[in-house]
């Protein structure tokens, strides 16, 4: 089983930065897919970004594009979410997830999730 943890949510000024970290065990990282999802209160859950098992490709939702980057770093078995010029809009509970199937945008792909970080971001 795959364990996920998220961590560096907090709140934040509109405009503002934030790393987020998801640290993996329980299995091979390279082994699976990432990608990181957001739920804003009353709102479906949302696909924010994806990397693939060996970090050769990466996707983004159009909502973030180039403003958020998402990258990993298997030596220390992370995944990371790098947030920039952060809107209120991008308030929500960010959450880490793994799929065995390799890099996806749709939640149903994904079979392991972390418990979620908050971001709140101000105006």
């Known amino acids: 089983q795959v364990q996920l943890v998220e961590s560096g949510g907090g709140p934040v000024q509109a405009g503002g930065s934030l790393r987020l970290s998801c640290a993996v065990s329980g299995r091979t990282f390279s082994s699976y897919g990432m990608g990181w999802f957001r739920q804003a209160p009353g709102k479906e859950r949302e696909f924010v970004a994806t990397i693939s098992w060996n970090g050769d490709y990466t996707y983004s939702a159009d909502t973030v594009k180039g403003r958020f980057t998402i990258s990993s770093d298997h030596a220390k078995s992370t995944v990371f979410l790098q947030m920039s010029s952060l809107k209120p809009e991008d308030t929500a509970v960010y959450y880490c997830?793994?799929?065995?199937?390799?890099?996806?945008?749709?939640?149903?792909?994904?079979?392991?999730w972390g418990q979620g970080t908050q971001v709140t971001v101000s105006s």
């Open positions: 997830a793994a799929s065995r199937f390799g890099h996806s945008s749709m939640t149903q792909s994904y079979d392991y």
